[in-house]
Nanobody, 122 residues
Framework: QVQLVESGGGLVQAGGSLRLSCVVS????????MAWYRQAPGNQRELLAV???????NYADSVKGRFTISRDNAKNAVYLQMNSLKPEDTAVYYC????????????????WGQGTQVTVSS
């Protein structure tokens, strides 16, 4: 069974930085693309960043230039470095395994993790 455990969230002032981590169990990490999503209250879950098995990355316009996704295949971990944070970045952040082809990300049908709360104060 695949488990996704996110960590690293917290309260930060606007303009600050946070680094989120996600550890994946279940022997799938090295064969899957990984992504970060976020969901703010009352909003749909938003895809932010994708990293493929070979390290190719893709970002949503809302975070391009401020967020960086990376992965460590030896540790089964994916990270999201978030810089220049804004109050509108406040949300619960989730990682997700999946596949990426033809410019689209397809999340796996496994359970979501508990997420990690990021709160950016103005």
């Amino acid at each position: 069974q695949v488990q996704l455990v996110e960590s690293g969230g917290g309260l930060v002032q606007a303009g600050g930085s946070l680094r989120l981590s996600c550890v994946v169990s279940g022997n799938i990490f090295n064969i899957r693309a990984m992504a970060w999503y976020r969901q703010a209250p009352g909003n749909q879950r938003e895809l932010l960043a994708v990293i493929t098995i070979d390290g190719t990355t893709n970002y949503a316009d809302s975070v391009k230039g401020r967020f960086t996704i990376s992965r460590d295949n030896a540790k089964n971990a994916v990270y999201l470095q978030m810089n220049s944070l804004k109050p509108e970045d406040t949300a619960v952040y989730y990682c997700k395994s999946g596949s990426y082809y033809s410019g689209s990300y397809y999340p796996d049908f496994n359970s979501w993790g508990q997420g990690t709360q990021v709160t950016v104060s103005s």
